[in-house]
């Protein structure tokens, strides 16, 4: 892949890193908007989605277990759920940061790009926290049940099930992204090699290391899988030499 150079003024580099720290200011703020929200129907969503899935589940019940378990996994749900809604709020900042030095075959692949990744992480989202629970349930009901044995299931373990998921989507789709920018910023050499391996060694231990308890045992497995899922994602998106 032939990089293009894109030549600068003197004295822009400066004024760039004030833009791109302007950007992580705005998304933080968001963030914290999208937290605010989040805690004020956090509690009502979960038991309306808790009741859903146990009248869908019509031999099973759900109890808790451990209340304070409970609190972090709601903290950490409010976290993560404005992680992925703020999403399309941090692809629309950065398409405004980069597109003033970019060509015009570079600007439209860097917006499909990231419409691309703002839309899927929500919608997996969604499909996690309606179809993926329940179907969950559906098959350990198949494959697990007892004859004569009440089947109880844990809200906070339930929980935490549906957010490694969603966390697994969020890291898989920032990596993603960020290997695909990485096609455009960087040459096709050695530079841009070491940095995907770097990336994606960052990303698996960050998923080896902040998975739910419930994934233990499965911890490697999920993060070679998913870093090799957003390696091949990163190559599907087509770019203009």
């Known amino acids: 892949m032939s990089v293009r150079q894109h030549s600068e003024p003197d004295g822009k580099s400066p004024n760039h890193f004030s833009e791109l720290h302007s950007v992580f200011r705005k998304t933080s703020l968001f963030l914290l908007i999208f937290a605010a929200l989040w805690s004020t129907i956090s509690t009502s969503t979960i038991g309306d989605w808790v009741l859903a899935a146990s009248s869908e589940s019509n031999e099973s019940a759900m109890s808790l277990y451990s209340p304070m378990d ?102 898989v789709t920032l990596t993603s992204l960020a290997l695909a920018l990485s096609r455009l910023i960087l040459s096709s050499g050695g530079e841009e090699t070491r940095f995907r391996i ?41 770019f203009r030499d």
């Open 198 to 238: 770097r990336l994606m060694l960052m990303s698996a231990g960050m998923l080896i290391l902040t998975l739910p308890l419930v994934y233990d045992g499965l911890r490697i497995v999920i993060a070679v899988l998913a870093i090799f899922a957003a390696d091949q994602f990163s190559k599907l998106m087509p």
């Open 70 to 171: 409970w609190i972090g996994v709601r903290w950490t749900l409010i976290l993560l759920l404005s992680s992925v809604s703020v999403l399309p709020i941090f692809s629309i900042l950065i398409y405004r940061f980069s597109r003033t030095g970019l060509y015009v075959d570079e600007r439209r692949w860097l917006a499909t790009l990231l419409s691309i990744f703002s839309i899927i992480a929500p919608l997996l989202t969604v499909v996690i926290w309606t179809w993926g629970i329940s179907a969950i349930f559906s098959v350990s009901e198949e494959i697990g049940s007892i004859n004569g044995v009440e089947e109880m299931y844990d809200v906070s373990k339930v929980v935490e099930i549906s957010l490694g998921m969603t966390w697994v989507v969020l890291i």
